[in-house]
Each structure stands twice: as structure tokens, then as C-alpha cells.
């Protein structure tokens, strides 16, 4: 176990919703990153927050959005929900937002119809 | 555009067997490599980890090998075991931008079959 807890496990949600998936950091970490990973397919890079503040952003839509907390735990939300959303969400924390490794979550996944 | 491939997309192979998995990449600026093993419905877990000028690093029944002049590497896995049944997954890391972006290969699926 990595120490990354994630919320929920499964989630089911219809077009044009919003979720808001949560992430706890592991003891010590002030980095966590947030992938989608579609099926069959490697995670894709969504955000990284460093010290409660957006450090990196893939190449997904300003629907998708986050938050850290001082805590440093995390929120990725995605508004007007698409069927393509479905997919695996994961967190990975990490001791800084350099070149440490990242500690994966066991993921979200979520379901959208 | 930075692209990480990996072949086979999938493999079967008898417990107690050997395999090799392959990554080659297309990643600048790179600042490491490493293979993750991802269960099915689990977050991936790290394997290994090589730099620029490391050309092997082992963990366990696990050997990843790296040529960073032809941007290849390989995950040996040695007399394989039914729990080694996972997908492998190749990462390069790209220091850029003040951040370490990881760029995931799809995967190798693995069926080690008793």
C-alpha cells in the first residue's frame, strides 16, 4: 500500500452532471498529481498542485478543475460531464514537484451514462 | 510530441517462464525512466527506476534495461510467477516548466497462466 487513499471507489453519474472525486496524500507529501486513465490505455496527465496551488496542466478542458487543501490533500472536479469522462481517476502524491517519485492512489472510477 | 510506445500490446506466457517487455520513447527533455505495475483496478506501483546514465537496474525477478541513445528499454521478468499477471507500464519523466511531467506508455497486459 501506498499510503494515497482515494474517494469514492465507484462512482455513476449521468451527461451534463458534476463529481467531485477526493484524494488524501501520503504522511509528508505537499505534491499530488491527477491522471485519467481510459480503458485499455495509459493514464493521461490532468493537473499537478504544489503547495495548494496549480503547478502543471495537461491538455484537458477548463471543466476540469482542482483544488489542494493546506492539509494537502485534493479535489479534482469535472463539471457538464461527458460519456467519454468515463475512465479511471487517479492521484499520485509525492515529496516535491521535481523529479521524486509519484505514489499512486487506487483510483476513481467513474461511470458516466 | 512526446510519446512513450510499448510492445506487445499484450502476452500470455506459463508460470515459471521468462519474458521481455519493450518501451521505446520519443521524450525531451528526458530526466528518467521507470516501469510501473499496475493490478487490475489498483493504482500502478514502481518497479524501477533509471536516470540518463544508468543502463540497468534490477528489483528483484524484475531486470529494466535502458539505451538512452536509441531511447529503448526492457523489463526482464525471470521464472515468472501467476502474481506477476498485471499490466506493465512504461513512464519517461520531462522535467519542464518547473514541474515532472509523466509521459505513460499504454501498457503491456501479462497472463501468467499455471
Known amino acids: 500500500e501506498t499510503g494515497v487513499t482515494q474517494s469514492p471507489t465507484h462512482l455513476i453519474k449521468t451527461r451534463g452532471q458534476q463529481v467531485t472525486l477526493r484524494c488524501s496524500s501520503q504522511?509528508?507529501?505537499?505534491?499530488v498529481s491527477w491522471y485519467q486513465q481510459a480503458l485499455g490505455q495509459g493514464p493521461q496527465f490532468i493537473f499537478q498542485?504544489?503547495?495548494?496551488?496549480?503547478?502543471g496542466r495537461g491538455n484537458f478542458p477548463p471543466r476540469f478543475s482542482g483544488l489542494q487543501f493546506p492539509n494537502y490533500s485534493s479535489e479534482l472536479n469535472v463539471n457538464a460531464l461527458e460519456l467519454d469522462d468515463s475512465a479511471l481517476y487517479l492521484c499520485a502524491s509525492s515529496l516535491g514537484k521535481g523529479q521524486e517519485t509519484q505514489y499512486f492512489g487506487p483510483g476513481t472510477r467513474l461511470l458516466v451514462l | 510530441k512526446n510519446q512513450v510506445e510499448q510492445s506487445p500490446q499484450s502476452l500470455i506466457i506459463l508460470e515459471g517462464k521468462n519474458c521481455t517487455l519493450q518501451c521505446n520513447y520519443t521524450v525531451s527533455p528526458f530526466s528518467n525512466l521507470r516501469w510501473y505495475k499496475q493490478d487490475t483496478g489498483r493504482g500502478p506501483v514502481s518497479l524501477t527506476i533509471?536516470?540518463?546514465?544508468?543502463n540497468t537496474k534490477s528489483n528483484g525477478r524484475y531486470t529494466a534495461t535502458l539505451d538512452a541513445d536509441t531511447k529503448q528499454s526492457s523489463l526482464h521478468i525471470t521464472a515468472s510467477q501467476l502474481s506477476d499477471s498485471a499490466s506493465y507500464i512504461c513512464?519517461?519523466?520531462?522535467?519542464?516548466?518547473?514541474?515532472?511531467?509523466?509521459?505513460f506508455g499504454a501498457g503491456t497486459r501479462l497472463a501468467v497462466h499455471p
Open positions: 498542485y504544489y503547495r495548494e496551488e496549480e503547478n
Open positions: 533509471m536516470t540518463f546514465s544508468e
Open positions: 513512464v519517461v519523466s520531462a522535467f519542464s516548466g518547473g514541474y515532472n511531467k509523466l509521459i
Open positions: 504522511s509528508g507529501h505537499n505534491t
